[in-house]
Every structure is written in structure tokens, then in C-alpha cells.
């Protein structure tokens, strides 16, 4: 028996320590909703989830690009379907000037509408959005993934400020109602202009179409990342609840036998009476 150097306090003293860092562990667990708190808890789950994180903040992005995508077209697709109705009735009034009956003064009026028809339609061949022509030559390219890769979306040209193409001829000064004969060639050029935009407007559905199953892709993808990082990452409350408990009350009956330990050099007392 010695008094100097208490063997069972210093035992108990250690099982008291790891069950203090255990429950600590498990109070910040349960706290954050993290199984990782620290990189020594899982050092290779900590590397995948920091990954899995970065490239889901990375499909973030590539989803707005999109989404930012899908509003271009849709854009698009308004200025050009009242582009549709405006040449529909530049080929109604052109028909209507076509007549023979029709006198000077009738055609005056129709050639003042079918000029303003093709001025609206001139002009919205030069919108923008977002300062990026929507009716030019150039192709745009959509972030698709988290990786940068790139989708080339056709451009709708509408020629604007060219004297060339379907849309141009609709709208030349050149072009007008104040004869039979220009009406004719008038409703020709129109008839070619419709044709024309529905073709382009068929192209640019399956644009919208491309985008929007790409959206979905992404939104899916991002939906199995999240789920790989919470397998990884995430507490489990319930057990992290039972192991608490286990913690609290090792923590607790330690205590008090630290408190018992620390009596028992007490008896050696008796031997010196």
C-alpha cells in the first residue's frame, strides 16, 4: 500500500478524460448536424465532402447560366411571335392591295400600316438583352456542367442592317403597297419572311427544349450530390443521441469514482495508528 503515487485515481482519471472527449465530441456533433467537426474525425471523408461541396457550388452556377439562358430565348421567343403577327397582316394588307378594284387612295392607306409594320419589325431585329444582340450572327455559348463544359446555341440572325435575307427583303424602302404590281412582289417577300421565322422559331423551341432538360439534369445531379455528402457528413442523430447518453453517464459514475479513488490512500492511515 503507498500513499505517493495513487495507481487507481490515475486509471480512474484517464477513463474520466476520454469519456469527457468523447461526450464533448459528442455534444458538438449533435449541436452542428456534422459528423465531421474536425479533419482528425475523418480525414478521407472530410477531403470527398470539401470536393462534392466545391462542385456543387460550381453546378450552382451552371444552373443559373442556364436558367439565365432559358430567359434569352424566352425573350426571343415574345419579340418574335409578335414579329409572326406583324407580317401575318403585312401579307393580309399586301393581298388586299393586290386587288384591282382597289383605288390610289385605298392603297395609300394600306401602304401607311404595312410601313409601320415594317418598321416595328425592322427594329426589333436589333434588340438586346442585357447589352448581348438577341437577333445577331454570333453564337452563344451555355455553361452545361460543373466541369465548364459548353453548350454553342445557335444564333436567330434576322439580318439586321444587312440588305440580304428573307427578313430584309420584308422591310426594304424599296418594298411597298402603292401599286398592284408592288403589292405582289410585296406579298411574295412577306410569304418568304413568314416561312423564315418559322423555321427559326421551330430552332429556337428545340434550343428551350435542350436547356430546360439540361436544367433538370443539373437540378438531379445536385440532388445526388447533396445526398452523397450528407451520407458522408451528416450525424445520425439517433445514434449520436444514444452515445451521448452513454458519454454523460460514463462522464458522470467517473466523477464520483475519481472521488473514491482519491480516498483509498486515506487507509493507509490506519496503519500508522
Do not use: C, H, W
Not at 436544367?215 to 442523430?237: F, G, H, P, W, Y
Amino acid at each position: 500500500m503507498v500513499i505517493n503515487t495513487n495507481m487507481e485515481a490515475l486509471q480512474t482519471a484517464n477513463n474520466l478524460n476520454v469519456s469527457q472527449t468523447e461526450l464533448s465530441k459528442s455534444l458538438s456533433r449533435l449541436s452542428s448536424g456534422s459528423r465531421i467537426i474536425k479533419p482528425s474525425d475523418d480525414a478521407a471523408g472530410l477531403a470527398v465532402t470539401s470536393r462534392l461541396r466545391a462542385q456543387i457550388k460550381r453546378l450552382d452556377s451552371a444552373m443559373s447560366n442556364v436558367v439565365n439562358a432559358v430567359s434569352f430565348t424566352q425573350t426571343q421567343d415574345g419579340f418574335m411571335k409578335t414579329m409572326d403577327k406583324a407580317l401575318r397582316r403585312m401579307g393580309e394588307l399586301a393581298m388586299l392591295a393586290k386587288d384591282g378594284t382597289k383605288s390610289s387612295g385605298d392603297l395609300q392607306l394600306y401602304q401607311k400600316e404595312f410601313k409601320q409594320l415594317q418598321d416595328y419589325v425592322n427594329n426589333t431585329r436589333t434588340k438586346d438583352y442585357n447589352a448581348v444582340s438577341m437577333f445577331g450572327p454570333a453564337t452563344i455559348n451555355v455553361t452545361v456542367d460543373s466541369e465548364g463544359a459548353t453548350f454553342e446555341m445557335p444564333p436567330i440572325d434576322l439580318g439586321a442592317g444587312t440588305t440580304t435575307g428573307a427578313y430584309s427583303a420584308a422591310v426594304t424602302s424599296g418594298i411597298d403597297l402603292l401599286t398592284a404590281t408592288n403589292a405582289g412582289t410585296a406579298l411574295d417577300k412577306v410569304k418568304s419572311a413568314i416561312a423564315q421565322i418559322a423555321v427559326d422559331r421551330a430552332q429556337l423551341g428545340a434550343v428551350q427544349s435542350r436547356l430546360n432538360f439540361t436544367s433538370d439534369q443539373l437540378s438531379i445531379t445536385k440532388e445526388n450530390l447533396s445526398s452523397a455528402i450528407s451520407r458522408v457528413a451528416d450525424v445520425d442523430v439517433a445514434t449520436e443521441a444514444t452515445n451521448y447518453a452513454r458519454y454523460q453517464i460514463l462522464v458522470q459514475s467517473g466523477t464520483q469514482m475519481l472521488t473514491q479513488a482519491n480516498q483509498l490512500p486515506q487507509a493507509a492511515l490506519q496503519l500508522l495508528r
